[in-house]
Nanobody, 122 residues
Framework: VQLQASGGGLVQAGGSLRLSCAVS???????MGWFRQAPGKEREFVGA????????YYTDSVKGRFTVSRDNAKNTVYLQMNSLKPEDTAVYYC?????????????????WGQGTQVTVSS
């Protein structure tokens, strides 16, 4: 399976962006997640959505601002980011969860695609 994230860019604080992750291969059976990595920092979990789209979970710092969704007919998962802050600046990645619903560990995810850069200016 291959994943390709897109939709990043430069935005002012308070603005919005919508990231997309196109998946080739098996998609609809898996929980899909988003992570981010800022320069000099470890990869950080952002949010994930269950295979049916009926459930999701997020890291505390993005709750109420970010929303993960998916379209199984299009093999695509999305990350809607609102009220962006400079501390949201990072490369954003999508990945597939292999086990443990509710996991936030990168070790439980695979098929990392190329990331997309999000830069939030103050």
């Amino acid at each position: 399976v291959q994943l390709q994230a897109s939709g990043g860019g430069l935005v002012q604080a308070g603005g919005s962006l919508r990231l997309s992750c196109a998946v080739s291969g098996t998609f609809s059976r898996y929980t899909m997640g988003w992570f981010r990595q800022a320069p000099g920092k470890e990869r950080e979990f952002v949010g994930a959505i269950i295979s049916t789209g009926g459930g999701s979970y997020y890291t505390d710092s993005v709750k109420g601002r970010f929303t993960v969704s998916r379209d199984n007919a299009k093999n695509t998962v999305y990350l809607q980011m609102n009220s962006l802050k400079p501390e949201d600046t990072a490369v954003y990645y999508c990945a597939r969860l292999l086990q443990s619903w509710g996991s936030t560990s990168p070790a439980d995810f695979d098929s990392w695609g190329q990331g997309t850069q999000v830069t939030v200016s103050s």
